[in-house]
């Protein structure tokens, strides 16, 4: 089983910014991808960020050039540096694993979640 916990979330003021970690840990196989997603009130979870097995990562356009993925693999965490932040990026902010069981095929894991506010 794979847990993932996130951390730094909070409230900031529009132009500023905020690094999201998540750690992961447990029985881990070989991660295809991983990244972020982000829910804000009201509308479905949507994928902002990813990072693939070989290290090259995909944005969605709203974050472009705002946002940053990294991932360390010795520490087996990701981060999102998050700048530039505005109001509409204000959302619950979920990481996000996937790995292949052998046998087994692919597997899944979320993280619980952080808030990111942003106030204008």
């Known amino acids: 089983q794979v847990q993932l916990v996130e951390s730094g979330g909070g409230t900031v003021q529009a132009g500023g910014s905020l690094r999201l970690s998540c750690a992961y840990s447990?029985?881990?196989?070989?991660?295809?991808?991983s990244g972020w997603y982000r829910q804000a009130p009201g509308k479905q979870r949507d994928v902002i960020a990813m990072?693939?097995?070989?290290?090259?990562?995909d944005y969605e356009d709203s974050v472009k050039d705002r946002f940053i993925l990294t991932r360390d693999n010795a520490k087996k965490t990701l981060y999102l540096q998050m700048n530039n932040l505005k109001p509409e990026d204000t959302a619950v902010y979920y990481c996000?694993?996937?790995?292949?069981?052998?046998?087994?095929?692919?597997?899944?894991?979320w993280g619980q979640g952080t808030l990111v506010t942003v106030s204008s």
């Open positions: 447990g029985k881990i196989f070989f991660i295809n991808a």
């Open positions: 990072i693939s097995a070989g290290g090259s990562t």
């Open positions: 996000y694993v996937s790995d292949q069981v052998p046998l087994e095929g692919s597997r899944e894991a």
